[in-house]
């Protein structure tokens, strides 16, 4: 299947601070990309979708000043959680879109002190 | 807002014992998908099921697309203490700009 990576696979940051996770397609071009976040015992749920070249677009309640996505090239999306507290510490995960199926990147575990 | 309903969410059996996860919505998909995921990984990709009324197998476990679109199952058979994990039903809306809508998950513990 497709290779999706992330960077960095875990991150402990200090309240206040930002935190920028990379997502990567390794083996093909994603114009498009998603982000997910999954809390402890919980599904995942999707934050928003990353699209190259143009606006992310965001779920509803999830606030996109605070969770900057940028989408520069076909391979590769970032998401930074500016200002970080402690209840955004959680699982991040990304995933793209070859066709029909979405593959998941690792994950990268965040956790604010 | 398409939902996910995934039953059940905890399970705990026998090595060698048969189960059933099922996946409910009242909206169609164009496709439907099941993950694998363990502790601190990505999911992984076990199965796409796109017609209704598909079946797919893949070993010991067997998954049904609804005729509907609407619902999906999962069958393991003589569970095994290496399928234990967390199971995540997930539907596709179809469009190219559509994240995935993810069931509760079920989290399965197989012991020998």
């Known amino acids: 299947g497709a290779v999706v990576s992330q960077h960095p696979s875990r991150v402990i940051c200090k309240s206040g601070t930002s935190v920028k996770i990379e997502c990567r397609s390794l083996?093909?071009?994603?114009?498009?990309m998603f982000w997910y976040r999954q809390f402890p015992k919980q599904s995942l749920m999707l934050m928003a979708t990353s699209n190259e070249g143009s606006k992310a677009t965001y779920e509803q309640g999830v606030e996109k000043d605070k969770f900057l996505i940028n989408h520069a090239s076909l391979t590769l999306s970032t998401l930074t959680v500016t200002s970080a507290h402690p209840e955004d510490s959680s699982f991040y995960i990304c995933s793209a879109l070859p066709v029909e199926t979405q593959y998941f990147g690792p994950g990268t575990r965040l956790l604010v002190l | 807002t398409q939902l996910l309903e995934q039953s059940p969410q905890f399970l705990s059996i026998q090595e060698g014992e048969n189960l059933t996860v099922y996946c409910n919505s009242s909206?169609?998909?164009?496709?439907l998908q099941w993950y694998r995921q363990e502790p601190g990984e990505g999911p992984v990709l076990l199965v796409t099921?796109?017609?209704?009324?598909e079946v797919k197998k893949l070993k010991r476990l067997t998954f049904q697309f609804g005729d509907a679109r609407k619902d999906s199952s999962l069958h393991i058979t003589a569970a095994q203490p290496g399928d234990t994990g967390l199971y995540l039903c997930a539907g596709w809306g179809g469009g190219g700009a559509d994240g995935l809508t993810f069931g509760k998950g079920t989290h399965l513990i197989i012991q020998p």
């Open positions: 099921v796109v017609t209704g009324g």
């Open positions: 909206s169609v998909f164009s496709s």
């Open positions: 083996d093909f071009q994603a114009t498009t």
